[in-house]
């Protein structure tokens, strides 16, 4: 992959400590992989104001305007954030979505990729949802 430049890999470390958070529970093992990704750019915690003075529409500004093939390097390294505490969350994989269709990368996560991993939050079909509630308040 073609270096990113200091813009778009700040851009790349927001996105990523976007669905770090999305779940409300920050492990160790994210912590980890998201220091790599720092290091492997040459950042440091030094860099973090700059991290927390962008916004995610601006992230995806930044990255939308990238070539393909670093826009799907980015989504590979957004899915192993997903997965890299071995637990696939909902609202992790709702942001991973949302991020790709925003910037222009053809890619969904697939849960069904990783059979081995715990599952949490609502992996529900939202149609699904609302048949089981209108069932269980019927009278």
């Given amino acids: ?41 040459g950042l440091n915690n030094e860099n973090e104001s700059d991290v927390n003075s962008i916004t995610s529409i601006q992230a995806i ?23 890299v505490d071995e637990d696939i969350n909902y609202n992790e994989v709702k942001l991973y979505n949302t991020f790709c269709e925003s910037c222009g990368i053809e890619s969904n996560f697939n849960i069904e990729d990783y059979p081995e991993y715990s599952i949490s939050g609502p992996f529900f079909n939202p149609e699904d949802l609302m048949n089981n509630y209108n069932l269980n308040n019927t009278p």
């Fill in 1 to 41: 992959m073609e270096e990113l430049t200091y813009k778009a890999q700040i851009a790349v470390i927001k996105v990523l400590t976007e669905i770090l958070n999305a779940d409300n529970i920050v492990r160790e093992k994210e912590l980890k992989y998201l220091n790599d990704v720092m290091l492997s750019f």
């Fill in 61 to 83: 500004s930044i990255i939308k305007e990238l070539p393909i093939d670093q826009k799907c390097e980015i989504a590979q390294m957004m899915g192993k954030m997903i997965i």
